[in-house]
Each structure stands twice: as C-alpha cells, then as structure tokens.
C-alpha cells in the first residue's frame, strides 16, 4: 500500500511559538505595568502601615493608664505618694495602699480595753489600749495578711505606710468574726475617725516607670505588688514597653483637702514616631 505524501506534511503555523524580541517586549512592559502599581500602592500600603502602629501604641499606652485609674479609685486616702525624678525621661514610681474593704466601727467612751462576752455593743474605745471593735452594718472580708487603717492623714502620727505596732501608728493586724473585728496589738490607735471609718488594705502597689528617651525599645512601665511594706522592689508585671517617655504627678489637696489628683503622661515610640497619651484621676482623700 502506497501512502501519499502529503500525509507526512506538517503545517508550519501550528508549530509556530514566541520569538525571542516578543518575549523581551513583554518582560519590558510587564515590568513597567508593575512599576507604574508599586507606585500607587505604596502610599495607601505605607499609610496602612503607619496607622496600625499608632493605633497600637495608643492602644499600649490607654490600656495602661487605664490599668493605673481602675487601681487609684480605690486607694487609701491620703496614700498615694509619688518618688523618683518624674521629669520625663527620669525614672518614676507611683505608690499607694489599695484598699478592698471598709466600714463604720461603734464608738464609745466606754468599750474598755476587752472584749465583751456579748458582742453586739461593743464600742471602740481609743482612750485606752481596745482590741476590738463591732462594726455597723455590714462585715467587710477581712482575710489572712490583711490590716485595718483608721483616720489615715497621711502624716507623723497618722501615717499608714510607718507601721501597725506602736501608739502612734494607724495600721493593725487585724481578723473578723461574727460583727467584731479584733485587733492584734495591745497599744490604743492614736486617732478617732470623725466619720467612725475604717478601712481594710493589703499592701502597697507602686507602678514604676522607667522611660528610654535614646532607645524607647528598652523603656518599660511595670506594675509591682506583694512587696510588703518595705521598699518596692522585684520584676513585677510589665504593663508597657517602648516607653520613651512618663511623668507622674501628685497634687493632695486639689479640691479643699478632700479630693486630690493624679496626673500621668506616658509616651510610647517606635519606629521614629510617638504617641503620647495625659490621664487625670481624682482619688477621696477623707479618711
């Protein structure tokens, strides 16, 4: 059987492909095309960019001075105390008692230095060496390491942070039962409160900030508590890094001796930029 030839023949067009000059040619225009993006896209990627940073710097340094706020309300009158150089870029500590618990005592001239086999009259009596105490209303949980405070000035004689043993200190050891409070030290109170308050604390909180103005990468804000009663000390829970810049400030009598204020600026940096947030908070300063 004899095939024709022509069946061999193949058409030259269905075999045809890219030239090298129309590859090339495409290349050129393809990067061109991707050029003329890159450069609209760079600016709404680059603004991106910026705001998600600050939003979260803003967002690190509200969290903690909010964190600040919420512990401040509840501090011990006449206990927030503010060390360090505080000019800035100096290290800073904010220090106060918080307290978690409080009440009206039963007062009297006649409570006497014991405690009654009946305890619902019981006076407190701070002409002699009381205690205990019954409370008004309802008990506040006063638990294991916690102390009473009562009349705190914030001064000699009256000052929570000097200690919970001698005549002139405001602070006892102190534990509840039933609607009395018992106090452990044998020497009287010093002060009466006018109110007939007191207040149940655990030990000081400081928040120390120690900002990094050449390097903001290693300034931190810290919140440090379990430290007793002795100077603040330990690594604390770290609140805020970055921190380029913090100052707090302390004035006691800003609204006729019965309100003071806190004020706070903390300043967060990175990658050449800062955000800086101010806070002011109230705290009650009748004890």
């Known amino acids: 059987m004899t095939q024709h030839p022509s069946s061999f023949s193949h058409h030259p067009s269905l075999q045809r492909g890219f030239t090298l000059v129309e590859m090339i040619m495409v290349i050129v225009i393809t990067g061109i095309i ?28 509200d969290t903690a001075l909010r964190r600040i706020t919420r512990d401040l309300r509840l501090a011990l009158p006449n206990s927030v105390r503010v060390t360090g150089a505080c000019d800035g870029t100096g290290s800073c500590n904010l220090e106060f008692i918080p307290t978690h618990g409080g009440g009206r005592y039963r007062a009297g001239s006649g409570g006497g230095a014991g405690c009654p086999a009946s305890p619902g009259g019981e006076e407190f009596d701070f002409a002699v060496a009381d205690t205990c105490f019954g409370v008004l209303g309802a008990m506040p949980v ?57 207040h149940v604390v655990s030990s000081p909180v400081s928040y120390v900030c120690a900002p990094n103005p050449a390097n903001p990468a290693l300034g931190t804000l810290t919140r440090l508590s379990g430290y007793g009663w002795a100077a ?16 707090f400030a302390y004035d006691a009598h800003v609204v006729a001796q019965r309100s003071g204020l806190v004020t706070m600026n903390l300043g967060i940096s990175r990658d050449g930029e800062t955000v800086t947030l101010y806070s002011a908070t109230h705290v009650s300063n009748m004890p």
């Open 232 to 247: 603040p000390s330990g690594a604390g829970n770290l609140l805020a890094k970055n921190v380029s810049s913090c100052r």
């Open 142 to 198: 006063i638990g294991a390491g916690d102390e009473i405070v009562v009349y705190n000035l914030g001064i000699a004689g009256a000052d929570a942070y000097a200690g919970n043993t001698a005549a002139t200190h405001n602070r006892r050891a102190a534990s509840a039962a039933g609607n009395i409070v018992t106090l452990t030290s044998a020497n009287a109170l010093p002060l009466d409160s006018p109110g007939r308050r007191f």
């Open 34 to 61: 991707g050029s003329i993006v890159a450069v609209f896209l760079r600016a709404p990627i680059q603004q991106y960019t910026d705001v998600a940073r600050r939003a979260d710097m803003t967002d690190i340094a």
